[in-house]
């Protein structure tokens, strides 16, 4: 075990597919950096810097800087996919997802479906969601709940280091598409990572903590935002269970059912705007598997209706954070 960083995590997982596998390629805007300029052609490594290195080793065969358009790339990936490679392709952030959409969920999650199984699509579009980095409303969203909608896309949202690394090797060998959220606010966080690699099944949540009274369901970055909740709690004797799905789909239903069958009381906490988000999917879930279970009303913390303000203050209203949930676990404790 070394203690890596999720980006680091990223960019091990990257390289070390790309080692095992000649088929898997890279390829998005400025995942080199300094393609046609003076500079250092591995400048930039995209937008984090999770790509870095990786142009060096394997060369411009594999690692493709492209062009300022998400549908042209994009496209391209899934049709290099449909045709025997493995592409990972670099949204840069999921906001620009408009322009690429029709590619992603017209082409790529229909493929299969579409020749009867004949066909696959091993693509994985990895992108940068969340916010909290003051980047304003085009560069801050967490549009998730729009991609699980979609039927044939495999939804990954890791919330450290250790997952992103094991679920991002397990997207790549995946023979469908698959789209991998990363929450900027991860990238500097730090766990043990194994130095060699490892995969995470997709639809198994991760009990991130024990606890009888209160189930809280979290994703990507509000996982840590849930666990300081959990911890300032835990001072007045209430325990929390806190699930981390890791994956939107597959979900891990029945991990979900079973601690509200024990606990009675669920808190969600999803940084996606609130209506037709994963907490109002989750809460139908509960609510139609398990409401005999059920103590207290479902909470849901999410943030209000509205794109994600550019002020400071304003933003820092606007996301979920721990008080936040300690208010609403407090609710449901009521009953």
């Known amino acids: 075990m070394t203690r890596k960083s999720f980006r680091q995590s990223i960019n091990e997982a990257l390289a070390q597919e790309m080692r095992r596998d000649s088929s898997v390629i890279v390829m998005g805007e400025d995942i080199a950096g300094g393609q046609g300029s003076p500079g250092e052609m591995d400048a930039w490594g995209g937008p984090l810097g999770a790509t870095k290195g ?35 392709a670099e949204l840069m952030f999921v906001d620009f997802v408009g322009v690429c959409f029709d590619q992603i969920f017209n082409q790529a999650a229909k493929l299969r479906y579409m020749f009867g199984g004949k066909a696959k699509t091993p693509v994985v579009i990895r992108t940068l969601i969340g916010a909290g980095v003051r980047a304003a409303a085009h560069h801050s969203q967490c549009l998730y709940p729009i991609f699980t909608h979609i039927p044939g896309l495999k939804c990954v949202l890791p919330s450290g280091a250790y997952d992103a690394k094991g679920l991002l090797i397990a997207a790549i060998r995946d023979d469908d598409p698959v789209i991998f959220f990363e929450h900027k606010l991860l990238y500097d966080l730090e766990e043990d990572v194994p130095d060699e690699p490892y995969t995470i099944s997709f639809g198994e949540a991760n009990i991130v903590a024990e606890g009888g009274d209160v189930t809280v369901v979290a994703f990507a970055r509000m996982v840590h935002v849930a666990r300081a909740a959990a911890q300032a709690l835990a001072k007045d004797g209430i325990k929390c269970e806190i699930i981390d799905p890791r994956t939107t789909y597959p979900l891990d239903d029945e991990a979900i059912l079973e601690s509200v069958e024990n606990t009675g009381r669920l808190v969600i906490v999803d940084e996606s705007y609130p209506r037709c988000n994963m907490a109002t999917d989750i809460s139908a879930l509960v609510a139609q598997n398990a409401f005999g279970s059920l103590k207290a009303p479902i909470r849901m913390v999410s943030p209000p209706h509205t794109p994600v303000p550019f002020a400071p203050a304003l933003e820092d209203i606007y996301v979920p954070d721990a008080p936040k949930v300690e208010v609403a676990v407090r609710d449901v404790m009521q009953y």
């Open 54 to 88: 990786l142009y060096p080793e394997f060369g411009g065969d594999r690692v493709l800087d492209t062009p300022i358009s998400e549908s042209a790339f994009i496209g391209a990936a899934v049709g290099a996919a449909a045709t025997g490679l493995r592409p990972v």
